[in-house]
């Protein structure tokens, strides 16, 4: 079954953990925690995502490039003016458990 969302003014961890559930199978009548499922989520606005308080301005996000002395960040309104797909993408990766499914899963998710 295909899902399809509209993150118009939804906060981003709402909306993730909805589809991580969605995207685990847990919404199907089938379900079975050993495989991937068959569901797949489309999302469209995901320029419009509301974030509560001052998460914008506070969350920091940080990465390494695998050099030496290159640790990376940047906040949440900086990534999400660059790409806001990327930030609904990491936290959707970030509420799927950490095991061999999670590449199959979140090759089901496509955002508009």
């Not at 295909?2 to 906060?11: G, V």
């Not at 991937?36 to 001052?54: H, M, P, Q, R, W």
């Amino acid at each position: 079954m295909e899902y399809r969302l509209d993150a118009k003014n939804k906060r981003l961890g709402r909306l993730a953990s909805e589809i991580a559930c969605i995207l685990q199978g847990k919404k199907s009548a089938y379900y079975e925690p050993r495989l991937a499922g068959a569901d797949k989520v489309v999302v469209e606005n995901v320029k419009e995502l509301a974030f509560s308080g001052n998460k914008p301005i506070t969350r920091q996000y940080h990465w390494h490039t695998g050099y030496m002395g290159h640790l990376k960040s940047a906040t949440l309104k900086e990534l999400f003016e660059k790409n806001p797909g990327k930030v609904l993408r990491d936290a959707v990766g970030h509420m799927l458990p950490k095991n061999s499914l999670k590449p199959k899963r979140m090759k089901r998710l496509t955002i508009k």
